[in-house]
């Protein structure tokens, strides 16, 4: 199997970076909400050995890129060490919780919308209907790594599987047996996630790539093209 090890050093900056910000967005906005626990952690830092996790941050997107090869349009998706905070508390008990655990995939979706525009309006991809052509080169490898890498985050994140972010958002409308069963799965930390990633790949990949093109279509939707 032939690895591009340009590309994947792209993917991995890009990850760590994107990384980086997603967590302490959690922390800040936990912050925010009067939890000071990802201060006291020493979390609310830009320093990304802060926030890497060995399986999540480097080898489920290593293995992602060595598997599927070099293709702006594969989904490459991973996360971080979860940043450290006390729902109880947060202000707006399972709302405010849960507005915690969304504020690292927004910072995921911004990025990206970020990484197109600059993409779009650098020339280094064009735009025919609803099909996007990425330019040959270094940059263009990068502000598409950039696109992908973070909505492969977002819509990898916004799951609703302990303890990815999402299922904040299901803890605050869940009833407590639900919750309580949650609670179970998340004490078993990201090998779970790791192990549901392998087991269902397949499935994941595809609710992944569904949400990226509807986000794509979206973003070429709100550009002056």
């Given at each position: ?6 590309y ?12 980086v ?27 990304p ?28 998706f ?17 709302w ?5 655990g ?7 979706l ?63 409308i ?37 949400i ?8 070429i939707?709100?550009?002056p093209?």
């Open positions: 199997m032939d690895i591009d090890f340009t994947l050093g792209i993917v991995l900056a890009v990850v760590f970076g994107s990384m910000l997603h967590e302490l967005m959690h922390g800040l906005t936990a912050y925010w909400l009067g939890d000071n626990t990802a201060k006291e952690n020493g979390r609310l830092t830009l320093n050995i802060k926030h890497i996790d060995p399986i999540l941050t480097i080898a489920l997107p290593a293995l992602l890129v060595i598997m599927n090869g070099v293709t702006h349009s594969t989904p490459i991973g996360g971080a060490k979860p940043v450290p905070f006390r729902p109880d508390r947060v202000k707006g008990g399972e405010g919780a849960a507005l915690v969304v504020a690292g995939p927004l910072t995921n911004v990025l990206a919308f970020l990484f197109f525009v600059i993409a779009y309006f650098g020339g280094y991809i064009t735009i025919a209907g609803d099909t996007i052509f990425m330019a040959n080169d270094t940059m263009s490898t990068f502000l598409g790594a950039g696109i992908m890498v973070n909505l492969g985050f977002f819509a990898f994140n916004m799951l609703p599987i302990p303890p990815l972010d999402g299922s904040r958002l299901l803890y605050a869940a009833p407590e047996p639900v919750q309580k069963v949650m609670q179970a799965i998340e004490n078993m930390g990201v090998v779970i996630v790791f192990a549901i990633v392998l087991l269902a790949s397949g499935l994941i990949g595809n609710i992944l790539s569904t990226i093109d509807f986000i794509l279509k979206l973003f939707a709100v550009l093209i």
